[in-house]
């Protein structure tokens, strides 16, 4: 649990520039707040890479337990599966992408009163001289302002979060474990086994770093770009929750860059929501972000399973170690 949070906090703070960027490229007035109107090509303003860590507070505190929370019960899920379901014969594959799916429905209840938090401090808009509070703290002020549905505002998106990581995982986890394991059979010139690819003595951290974190960046870009529409919908949904007539723009430090009417989002669901986005730009608006989260993903994916798993590993044999000295005394 402590591995797979602590990987999780250093690549966090590693790549949520990216995050940051992404999330406001997908906003619903990214055009009309970002766009410089006097040129034909659109180019994004200054303002688009301004405040790039805005709401990592929020993913600090969020981070450990949410990680945490899906690691334990990834391998919890994963164990009781291969043992419930040996009988069966049921393919690793298979495994692997129910172990998942499950893990990713118990994050997510932790992960997304954050995620909404987070996005919504993300497009905030600090104005230059002004007081320099937490836009995190901001973010929740925003969203606590009418002192109604608070639960829901952060709650808001969960099925579409739920509705991205379950196919993300599904299709990352499988690909991940597939590839890992053909790296190392050819690796090592033999036949290794699928639960423990390469589990030999031989194996060095640096090895199982590199090879580890190259199938999980490689599984996870493809599987960043089939699910961005899902992320489109989330990030839409979450900045609804955000959006508070109630709020008084003029009395604070800030503006929201984004002009979407909360009640009209709150009262739709994820499917509702795609449409208006193809409405507005067409599919290829489903897709906006992509390229930012294959990159995003490439790298966040294979820092993080591939530090995880060198902490795993470093601490199994630093376990064995110790057995064996107690064993000999």
């Known amino acids: 649990m402590l591995a797979g949070g602590g990987a999780a906090f250093v690549v966090d703070l590693i790549i949520y520039p990216l995050d940051t960027l992404k999330t406001r490229q997908q906003s619903r007035d990214f055009i009309k707040t970002f766009a410089d109107p006097s040129t034909k090509t659109k180019l994004p303003s200054r303002q688009l890479f301004k405040g790039l860590y805005q709401g990592i507070g929020i993913v600090i505190l969020a981070t450990l337990p949410a990680a945490g929370t899906f690691f334990t019960t990834y391998e919890a899920a994963k164990s009781f599966i291969n043992r419930h379901g040996s009988p069966l014969g049921l393919p690793q594959p298979l495994v692997h992408s129910g172990a998942s799916a499950i893990a990713e429905c118990a994050s997510c209840l932790v992960l997304t009163p954050s995620e909404v938090i987070k996005q919504n401090a ?19 002020k925003q969203l606590t302002a009418s002192g109604s549905d608070v ?16 196919p993300f995982t599904a299709i990352q986890f499988p690909i991940f474990e597939f590839i890992r ?26 090895e199982t770093g590199i090879i580890t974190g190259t199938s999980a960046g490689l599984a996870g870009s493809f599987a960043a770009v089939v699910t961005t529409p899902m992320d489109v919908v989330k990030t839409r949904m979450m900045l609804a929750a955000g959006s508070s007539q109630d709020v ?17 989002y ?8 795609a449409r208006e986005v193809i409405s507005e730009t067409g599919v290829s608006g489903l897709f906006r972000g992509s390229a930012l989260r294959a990159v995003w993903t490439l790298v966040g994916s294979g820092l993080y399973l591939g530090t995880y798993e060198v902490a795993k590993v470093w601490l199994s044999r630093r376990k064995e170690d110790n057995s064996e000295d107690k064993a000999f005394i």
């Open 122 to 140: 993300q497009m905030l808009q600090q104005k230059s001289g002004g007081s320099h509070r937490s836009a995190s703290i901001q973010a929740l």
């Open 181 to 206: 394991s053909r790296i190392w059979s050819r690796r090592s010139g033999t036949t290794q086994s699928k639960e423990k690819p390469g589990a030999t003595e031989k194996q060095t951290l640096f």
């Open 151 to 166: 639960g829901r505002k952060l709650l808001s998106g969960y099925t579409a979060l739920v509705a991205r990581n379950l």
């Open 248 to 264: 008084e723009q003029g009395a604070h430090d800030r503006t929201h860059m984004s002009q979407q009417q909360p009640t009209r």
């Open 266 to 273: 709150q009262a739709r669901g994820g499917l509702a929501v």
